[in-house]
């Protein structure tokens, strides 16, 4: 079975300060993306970032950077320098064929 | 990245009727997908739409209860039919990018059925 598990229903963080959301997956392909969303209260998924599975290298985008461990099947996200405008949802996901299987999300709040 | 738009963006409908939501995206995709989001929960793949082509939906979605059309490569329709209070969920759209296995999403669709 294809499954996302994000064991971290709400987590909270000071503004600035890093924080770091876990995301398990278990997957029978052996050539597959990751990806990090997030959802705001507006309801527009956005793309975080992504990491292709054969690249042994860890993703970055700005702030936003992952710890992907293949063999442990773990693709967490950390966040840095916390901002109040990532407060939001974060859903962990991974290719199955051309489709995406989501994990049950992570509601990241900011605290001034 | 595309732009994309959904109409509408909420509705509260009776049980027993039907809903068509439209997706719209700015530039021709091969491949549009809907999803259901139920309230808290995270998003299911309702089917894959492909232009030209039958849509293919996942287990546990039937072509009656969601007919989907996808008249050229720009556009496409969802309908929710024969409502019940179950089928209130946020209902999204999303079309693949231009690098591999990515999708942008669209705003969403929230339908609440009473």
């Known amino acids: 079975a294809q499954t996302v598990t994000q064991s971290q229903p709400e987590m909270s963080v000071q503004e600035a300060e890093t924080v770091t959301l876990s995301c398990t997956y278990d997957?029978?392909?052996?050539?597959?993306?990751l990806f990090w969303y997030k959802q705001p209260p507006s309801r527009q998924m956005i793309l975080v970032i992504r990491?292709?599975?054969?690249?042994?290298q860890n993703a970055t985008e700005n702030r936003f950077s992952v710890n992907f461990q293949k063999a442990a099947k773990s693709f967490s996200l950390k966040i840095s320098d916390s901002q109040l405008g990532d407060a939001a949802m974060y859903f962990c996901?991974?290719?199955?064929?051309?489709?995406?299987?989501f994990g049950p999300g992570t509601r990241l709040s900011v605290l001034p | 990245s595309a732009v994309i738009s959904q109409k509408p963006s909420r509705d509260i409908c009776q049980r027993g009727t039907s809903l068509t939501i439209q997706c719209q995206v700015d530039?021709?995709?091969?491949?549009m997908f809907w999803y259901r989001q139920q309230p808290g929960q995270s998003l299911t793949l309702i089917a894959t739409?492909?232009?030209?082509?039958?849509?293919?939906?996942e287990s546990g979605f039937v072509i009656d209860k969601f007919p989907i059309s996808r008249p050229n490569l720009t556009f496409s329709t969802l309908t929710v039919s024969n409502m019940s209070p179950e089928d209130s969920s946020i209902y999204l759209c999303?079309?693949?990018?231009?690098?591999?296995?990515?999708?942008?999403f669209g705003p969403g669709t929230r339908l609440t059925v009473t």
């Open positions: 997957t029978s392909e052996s050539d597959y993306y």
């Open positions: 739409a492909n232009q030209g082509s039958e849509a293919t939906y």
């Open positions: 990491q292709e599975a054969y690249k042994q």
């Open positions: 999303s079309v693949e990018g231009t690098a591999p296995y990515e999708q942008y």
């Open positions: 530039s021709q995709v091969t491949m």
């Open positions: 996901a991974h290719t199955y064929g051309q489709n995406f299987v």
